[in-house]
């Protein structure tokens, strides 16, 4: 089992819709989430920081954390041309005696005009 | 402006040689890290540093080798062990105790000739 998953997409979304990205991660200790966008060709760029349960809102980004079921979310409002990228998860974990972000591979999400 | 310069952008090796990556960064951060991607997959760990002259294995360190004799320094070197270097390679950095919120740099393309 590897220890961030996503679906690797292609999420196609129409132009104004919520997209919904998913991810389930494998280490019950994590206490850290992030979700970061990367364009093609381009670095990642940090979009949600999640550390609790529930819900966290950042204008059209809505990050959610369930520990108790190891998924993390993300929902894009209203969502943008602009938006299409891929969408990576991080999640914190203790991996060879040291603390680290763990990868997921990414979901990439297409928002159709 | 405070970032993280990586250089740099494009760089091509031949077999049996060896090529070092820059990083530098200015955001006063403790942590940096060297993260490898490609095409279609996450970022894997290589090698990273929590303090000046000290710095860890990360899940895919052979065939590299870093140091860290600045705190706002720490180069990558690909040696010609690394059999496979042909992908993206990106810098990050992080304050100690911030959530392992990580921050890249634009990254650096090497392809093997």
């Known amino acids: 089992q590897k220890e961030v998953e996503q679906n690797s997409g292609p999420l196609s979304v129409p132009e104004g819709a919520i997209a919904s990205l998913n991810c389930t991660y494998s280490?019950?200790?994590?206490?850290?989430f992030f979700w970061y966008r990367q364009y093609s060709g381009k670095s990642p760029e940090l979009i949600m920081s999640?550390?609790?349960?529930g819900d966290q809102e950042d204008g059209r980004f809505t990050a959610q954390l369930n520990k108790a079921s190891q998924y993390v979310s993300l929902l894009i409002r209203d969502s943008q041309p602009s938006d299409s990228a891929t969408y990576l998860c991080?999640?914190?974990?203790?991996?060879?005696?040291?603390?680290?972000?763990?990868f997921g591979a990414g979901t990439r999400l297409a928002v159709h005009p | 402006d405070g970032g993280i310069t990586q250089s740099p952008k494009y760089l091509f090796r031949k077999e049996g040689q060896n090529v070092t990556l820059s990083c530098e960064q200015n955001?006063?951060?403790?942590?940096m890290y060297w993260y490898r991607q490609d095409p279609g997959q996450g970022l894997r760990l290589i090698y990273y540093s929590q303090i000046v002259n000290d710095f860890q294995k990360g899940d895919i360190a052979e065939g590299y080798s870093v140091s860290r004799e600045k705190k706002e320094s720490f180069p990558l070197t690909v040696t010609s062990a690394q059999k496979n270097p042909t992908a993206f390679y990106l810098c990050?950095?992080?304050?100690?105790?911030?959530?392992?919120?990580?921050?890249f740099g634009e990254g650096s393309w090497l392809t093997v000739v």
């Open positions: 990050a950095s992080s304050r100690m105790n911030s959530g392992n919120t990580i921050y």
């Open positions: 955001l006063n951060h403790d942590a």
């Open positions: 999640i550390y609790s349960n």
């Open positions: 280490d019950r200790g994590s206490q850290s």
């Open positions: 991080a999640v914190n974990g203790i991996s060879g005696g040291y603390n680290k972000l763990i």
